[in-house]
């Protein structure tokens, strides 16, 4: 059986911004004078984990209630920023098609929380039916968040494939090493904020990459 693994939030739908934005309106209403500019969310992107970010940016300024309280105003901006504002990446809805027609399992893996996992779901059902996923998964399923490959390890013996018949897509290089590092053949599509350069993982068409490999398989 083969498998199509979408990895992070962002190899779904690009919504980066509207993330940075809802931070900055969670510091605002905590009352802390932090300001992310894009620049440096853009650098703070290239390691996945929102919680992770807070954490390493307040240099133990706030204590870890503090840390999880922002994240959850976060976690509410995001929901009313990303309300009707939210669409499936370029090749995104061809790809899933494309699985749902060849009988190949679909996969959405990610070490976000659960909350944030399901306001994506919820603004994006109007384009993509998550019904039909095989498997979606959530930080509260493994002990490692992204880059450790558990989570892909998990899905790989949970959907009953192999890593050989499998590939995933990821948009930053540092969640690419979760899964090649589950010797699972990645692709990297990147977005609008991500640093690469010049990769060999890069995919600028999604759907032609996840084909090929398909067939050739």
Not at 159 to 177: F, M, P, R, W
Request: proline share 2%; hydrophobic share 40%; with cysteine.
């Amino acid at each position: 059986m083969k498998s199509l693994l979408f990895g992070s939030i962002g190899s779904l739908v690009e919504c980066s911004e509207i993330q940075r934005k809802a931070f900055n309106e969670a510091f605002k209403e905590f009352g802390v004078d932090w300001y992310w500019n894009v620049a440096n969310y853009i650098t703070m992107l290239q390691k996945p984990g929102g919680l992770n970010r807070l954490i390493k940016y307040s240099k133990n300024e706030l204590n870890s209630d503090d840390v999880k309280q922002i994240y959850l105003l976060k976690i509410k901006h995001f929901k009313l920023l990303s309300e009707n504002n939210l669409m499936p990446r370029d090749g995104v809805l061809e790809v899933i098609q494309y699985a749902l027609k060849h009988n190949i399992k679909i996969a959405f893996i990610t070490t976000t929380n659960k909350d944030t996992l399901d306001l994506v779901i919820n603004n994006l059902s109007n384009y993509i039916d998550f019904s039909k996923f095989d498997l979606i998964t959530h930080d509260e399923l493994v002990a490692n968040r992204k880059p450790d490959p558990e989570i892909y390890k998990f899905a790989l013996k949970n959907l009953g494939v192999t890593h050989s018949s499998s590939i995933a897509i990821e948009n930053t290089l540092e969640s690419c090493n979760s899964s090649i590092n589950a010797k699972i053949q990645t692709l990297l599509y990147p977005g609008e904020y991500t640093i690469y350069g010049e990769n060999y993982l890069i995919s600028r068409d999604i759907f032609k990459s996840v084909k090929s490999f398909f067939e050739k398989g």
